[in-house]
């Protein structure tokens, strides 16, 4: 009995190993399992350029806008009720590039790995400068922007999420995002979406070795609907277009 139990001690120590190994090997490779286990897929998306953009050759910075759940479908008009799609219709100008993508009915900007497809098409058709590429949302869309952060954090040179969260799930990973500058948003008096669920991402980012790019905002008794941040704060996009991708 004795050697038998030393043996499955062995075993399971040297299974251990293996398991411990595999995960650094995974991490350092810079696979992405959780993009992987998404389905490819490629979302509708409307497109501003610069109004100088057909002028000069250099390259501008992308921001990709996420809408909010009641702007789901295959509408692309739905997204212009509000944030950035909704300026942009008004005439407003901006000195950055905005892709703004359409979730699907039924579905969730975590349900399907989009991201990369619409990264590449814009990389190849736009002269997008890749070490300022930025990501916002609001309510559903800022979900998704801490989602998005989590999957791809090589990517984004800052991110901006109003009101969000991220799934219980996602929390074993959330140090993703100290590697990335974000400023967040919530109302305390939010009813739809608990202001501590951004307040819970700010707590767990206190265990991660570096911590500081994690700027959060708390809108004193505001509600949900604070996508009016988009058009009153200016202050945003100077902060967004300060922060670089570090090499």
Not at 15 to 35: A, D, E, P, Q, V
Not at 179 to 190: E, L, R, S
């Amino acid at each position: 009995m004795e050697n038998l139990a030393g043996t499955n001690e062995k075993t399971t120590c040297t299974m251990n190993y293996k398991l411990k190994f595999l995960i650094l090997l995974i991490t350092f490779s810079g696979i992405n399992l959780y993009s992987q286990n998404k389905v490819a897929a490629k979302y509708d998306y409307l497109l501003y350029l610069p109004k100088n953009y057909s002028k000069d050759t250099k390259k501008y910075p992308l921001v990709i806008y996420l809408h909010g759940g009641s702007q789901k479908g295959n509408d692309l008009n739905k997204l212009k009720i509000y944030g950035l799609p909704y300026l942009v219709e008004k005439g407003q100008n901006f000195d950055f590039i905005i892709a703004s993508p359409q979730c699907p009915d039924n579905k969730y900007w975590s349900t399907e790995n989009w991201f990369e497809s619409l990264y590449a098409e814009l990389n190849s058709k736009y002269r997008i400068d890749t070490d300022r590429v930025y990501l916002t949302g609001v309510s559903m869309g800022g979900y998704g922007t801490f989602i998005t952060a989590l999957d791809f954090p090589d990517k984004f040179a800052a991110i901006v999420p109003f009101c969000g969260g991220v799934n219980d799930s996602d929390l074993v990973r959330i140090c993703n995002l100290s590697k990335i500058p974000v400023w967040a948003f919530h109302g305390t008096a939010d009813d739809k979406i608990p202001f501590s669920e951004t307040e819970r991402i700010a707590k767990d980012l206190e265990s991660c070795e570096s911590n500081k790019n994690f700027k959060f905002t708390r809108l004193e008794n505001e509600g949900h609907e604070i996508q009016y941040l988009y058009e009153t704060k200016p202050e945003i996009y100077k902060w967004m277009l300060k922060q670089k991708k570090s090499k």
